[in-house]
């Protein structure tokens, strides 16, 4: 990693990147490892992310609050650090996305019959079987 003076500008300490994306330390750090992002190191060795760091982290953070997994979130930087085709990691973070809202939209569906058939039985017992739901 590069070493850098902790007074340049454009170096963002771990600490200020936590408040600005609401991530933990860990996480971050964690990132790093995978290497989905880099750091650089100033002279006391503490951690300074620039502003493409910090904007690969914001990126890392919106896909896992949209459920992406890790490996998702490695493919679409892949793509986009390739460079060519400049929409291509755009293109493929989209179908991602839109594979997970399928996804959640199914889960929301069961859970939606799942509800209905708790309130359908609320009278009836205690607790219904669990065979009742499906039927």
Known sequence: MQTTSPSDAGNITLGEVMRRLDLTAR????????????????????????????????????????????????????RQDAGGDHCAHIDYAVSRLSERLKVLDQERREAEAALSALLGHRQAAPWPAIMELRA
């Open 27 to 78: 996480a971050i750090r964690y990132y790093e490892e995978l290497g989905l992002v880099r750091a650089r190191r100033d002279q006391l060795n503490r951690r300074r992310y620039d502003e493409d760091a910090v904007s690969r982290l914001a990126a890392i953070a919106e896909f896992r609050r949209a459920g992406l997994s890790l490996d998702d979130i490695s493919s679409i930087l892949s």
